[in-house]
């Protein structure tokens, strides 16, 4: 999972660079040939843009919605795996006679296996 590590600003500048590059080249031709009055013939009506706006919005407020929902269904299936770990450790603990004296050890062991499943499945 990604919820404990941190990035740093310069690995997060280092991943984007050639978009930045390139994104701040687009912007500045294009301000080029508005300055100089090449796109002075090119004109877009407002409807259409209107529209793409509409349907981009939309777009995106139902994949938030659905990512949303993707992360909360995970979460729920997070919790359920870690009360099952905490069960099957606790159902170990009572299972296993006291009186063995390899109790400690396999208890021991089992629970050390559940963490590691866990963790596993974190990362």
């Known amino acids: 999972m990604l919820l404990n590590k941190r990035i740093s600003i310069l ?4 991943t984007i660079k050639v978009d930045i590059v390139l994104i701040s080249s687009y912007a500045v031709v294009v301000g080029i040939f ?5 796109l ?4 877009v009506p ?3 843009t209107a529209v793409f706006g509409t349907a981009v919005a939309l777009l ?3 994949r938030t919605n659905q990512s949303y929902e993707r992360w909360w269904e995970a979460r729920i299936i997070w919790g359920a795996i870690v009360n099952d770990s905490r069960t099957l450790v606790r159902q170990c ?3 296993f006679e006291r009186s063995n004296d390899s109790y400690e050890a396999l208890v021991g062991e ?4 559940q963490i590691i499943w866990c963790y ?3 990362e």
């Open 11 to 14: 690995d997060f500048i280092k």
């Open 34 to 38: 508005d300055q100089y009055g090449f």
């Open 40 to 43: 002075d013939k090119i004109s």
């Open 46 to 48: 407002i409807g259409v």
């Open 60 to 62: 995106l407020g139902f």
């Open 93 to 95: 603990v009572s299972f």
């Open 110 to 113: 089992m629970a050390n296996r």
């Open 120 to 122: 596993a499945l974190g």
